[in-house]
């Protein structure tokens, strides 16, 4: 991919860094946009998440220095490495979490609601920042030769073949968004069975029989029912693992 989005004499700003501080500043915005919404105080808010954005880098270098410990404490230019890495994110995650909550008891602002009114922003940054791995030329899987594949041909990333896994994680993370949308109009989201019958399910196959494109209305409690979720589902790849294989490609407002 490209792991360099350009330099400029001796400074060099990388695809990773620049998409980092992206889903940051997303995340951010998103959350004080809400907060307001929700009649929150937006400044505390901004104030609280700079603090678990501090947490989150500090946090996931930290535990990238404990797991990769013989290779940073070898020499002093690969400890100097450390401050280039991005970091584990399991790290950035739990040390988040911690501070978050303290910050939250410091300002005395709800828990639960605090934590609906940042699920967005998070789902968000998580999405962009996964683009940064995938332009940075790490997080790759097995070499592979499917139609979705990726070919690593920039001499700064490793040449590669690789499954299209982060764009999984990508189209998990904005689902969750476009979800959080869709509660946001319609206050909930129907699970009964009444809502999962077959009368609110619509399956297509392509003409060659290798795809079925399914639409599912989303049932909500008013009965509108304008909002669908929309899935392909790999025949081949579903007989194969004796499992439905499919993909979200959209949720949204019926259209």
């Not at 270098?61 to 940073?72: E, G, R, S, T």
């Not at 450390?82 to 979490?97: C, Q």
Request: aromatic share 12%; hydrophobic share 50%; proline share 4%.
């Amino acid at each position: 991919m490209h792991p360099i989005l350009f330099s400029a004499g001796p400074v060099t700003i990388y695809s990773y860094g620049v998409l980092l501080a992206a889903a940051y500043l997303i995340g951010l915005w998103m959350a004080v946009r809400r907060a307001r919404a929700a009649g929150i105080d937006g400044t505390r808010i901004m104030d609280l998440l700079i603090w678990v954005i501090i947490a989150a880098l500090v946090g996931a270098k930290a535990l990238l220095f404990i797991v990769d410990f013989n290779h940073f404490t070898s020499s002093w230019q690969e400890f100097t490495t450390l401050l280039r890495s991005g970091g584990v994110f399991y790290g950035g995650l739990i040390s988040a979490i911690v501070v978050c909550i303290w910050q939250l008891r410091k300002h005395r602002l709800p828990l639960w609601q605090s934590g609906d009114l940042f699920a967005p922003g998070i789902a968000l940054g998580y999405m962009v920042g996964r683009l940064g791995c995938l332009l940075a030329g790490c997080c790759y899987g097995k070499p592979t030769d499917v139609a979705w594949a990726v070919t690593f041909t920039d001499p700064a990333a490793n040449l590669n073949v690789l499954p299209f896994k982060d764009f999984g994680q990508d189209i998990y993370g904005l689902a969750i968004a476009s979800t959080d949308a869709y509660i946001a109009e319609h206050q909930s989201l129907r699970f009964d069975p009444e809502a999962r019958n077959l009368r609110h399910t619509y399956v297509v196959a392509t003409p060659d029989q290798t795809v079925w494109r399914v639409q599912q209305v989303l049932v909500d409690p008013e009965m509108v029912n304008d909002w669908v979720a929309e899935f392909e589902v790999d025949l081949a790849a579903s007989r194969a693992k004796q499992q439905p294989v499919l993909w979200m490609t959209r949720i949204g407002a019926l259209a």
